[in-house]
């Protein structure tokens, strides 16, 4: 193996500095959740069982963008696309699930926004509608690719891309679980 082939890609590089950020961010977020709990005005609820599904779901799309990347890589065409639509379609579906669980809590009368709102519920809101912004990237990331692979003539195999959308989209998946444990155990 030459020297050249054992680099990073630069790109790669660049995704793994940013899924950086992406961790202090969430950590600074956790970290604030844990110091305000002790707080005096702190309500805990229980969080709404869709998320349970919801979480079935971001774990079956890292499933299938894993099996998109294995086809892409074995020239197999129609099945990365099937593939790389079904995690896109997964992905609707995890955000979807996310927001029926907070149609749930204000039917419980757990206010998460404005005035008199929850705290718990704040922190709650504003951690995971910040995951789903970062989901909603990774859908957009999954069309484009989808799209890609129905319009170019000229064939590009280069794995680069495909393997940078599957690192960012196990990325997210990860850190769903750990937000999803976080959340459930110190509520």
């Known amino acids: 193996m030459n020297e050249q082939s054992k680099k990073m890609h630069p ?3 660049t995704l793994w500095l ?6 202090m961010m969430f950590a600074g977020l956790t970290s604030a959740y844990i110091v305000k709990r002790n707080q005096t005005n702190w309500q805990g609820f229980e969080l709404p069982k869709v998320f349970w599904y919801s979480t079935i779901a971001i774990l079956l799309s890292s499933v299938t963008v894993y099996l998109a990347v294995k086809a892409f890589k074995n020239r197999e065409r129609a099945k990365y696309r099937q593939l790389i639509g079904v995690t896109a379609i997964l992905g609707v579906i995890f955000i979807t699930l996310q927001i029926i669980g907070f149609n749930d809590l204000q039917t419980r009368g757990i206010k998460l926004i404005l005035q008199g709102s929850n705290v718990a519920g704040s922190f ?35 794995a680069i891309p495909i393997e940078m959308t599957a690192i960012y989209w196990h990325f997210v998946d990860g850190l ?12």
């Open 124 to 158: 709650l809101f504003v951690i995971v509608c910040l995951h789903l912004l970062h989901i909603l990237a990774g859908i957009i990331v999954l069309v484009v690719m989808f799209a890609r692979a129905f319009g170019r003539k000229t064939k590009n195999y280069s």
């Open 18 to 23: 940013g899924l950086g950020s992406i961790v």
């Open 176 to 187: 769903w679980i750990y937000l999803f444990l976080f959340l459930s155990w110190i509520q």
């Open 11 to 13: 790109h790669k590089f």
